[in-house]
C-alpha cells in the first residue's frame, strides 16, 4: 500500500540434509504448514511460489559471491524446528530444502496483490544456520538433533547472502515490474 513493489526475504533457515551450514537457499515455493496458509488460502491448498525474475536475479548474486547454494523449495512453520516425531525428516525426503517462518506468508500476499492488478514480487534467499542431521531423531519425545556452529561462522555466512541481496535488489529495482 506504500508502493514497494518488490519484497525480498533475507534471513536464516534450517537446513535439510544435502544442504552445509553457510549455503544460501533461493525459494522457488514455501509449503505453508502454518497457520497463515489456512488463513490467506481461505481453508484451501495453497502453493505459495516466488516471482520467477526475483528468483533468477537471487540466483545471479549469489553466484557472483561465489557462496554455495541450493534452489528449490522450502516450508515454513510456525515453528523453526518441528516438533512432531520424525517431520523434518519427512519434508526433507520430499525435496524440501530448509525450514523457516516467513516465506510462505509473503508470498501469498504478494500473489493475492497480484491478483489484484498490483505489481508486486516477492523472492526469498536464505542462509543456512544450522542443519538437521539425518541420522539422529528421537521420535519418543519429538525432537530432531540439529548441528549448529559458532556463531561467527554463521554471521560471516549470513553477511554473505545478505550482499548478494542487496545486490540483486539493485538489479531488481533498474528493472521495476
Not at 537471487?58 to 516450508?75: C, E, F, N
Not at 544450522?130 to 541420522?135: L, N
Amino acid at each position: 500500500m506504500l508502493g514497494a513493489t518488490t519484497f525480498i526475504r533475507v534471513g536464516t533457515t534450517g537446513g535439510y540434509p544435502g544442504t552445509n551450514i553457510g549455503d544460501a537457499v533461493i525459494a522457488l515455493a514455501a509449503a505453508a504448514n502454518t497457520g497463515v496458509g489456512r488463513v490467506l488460502g481461505f481453508g484451501e491448498a495453497t502453493a505459495p511460489t516466488a516471482d520467477f525474475e526475483v528468483v533468477l536475479v537471487l540466483v545471479d548474486a549469489v553466484k557472483a559471491t561465489g557462496q554455495s547454494y541450493h534452489v528449490g523449495p522450502i516450508v515454513t512453520g510456525d515453528y523453526f524446528y518441528d516438533p512432531t516425531p520424525g517431520g523434518s525428516t519427512r519434508w526433507a525426503s520430499r525435496g524440501y530444502l530448509s525450514a523457516e517462518m516467513e516465506a510462505a506468508a509473503l508470498f501469498l500476499i504478494c500473489m493475492r496483490e497480484r491478483a489484484k492488478g498490483r505489481p508486486v514480487r516477492a523472492g526469498c534467499i536464505l542462509t543456512v544456520s544450522d542443519v538437521m542431521r539425518a541420522d539422529a531423531s528421537d521420535a519418543s519425545v519429538g525432537h530432531e538433533a540439529w548441528f549448529r556452529p559458532h556463531e561467527d561462522e554463521v554471521t560471516k555466512a549470513v553477511d554473505v547472502t545478505v550482499g548478494a541481496a542487496l545486490a540483486a535488489a539493485a538489479a531488481l529495482g533498474r528493472s521495476a515490474v
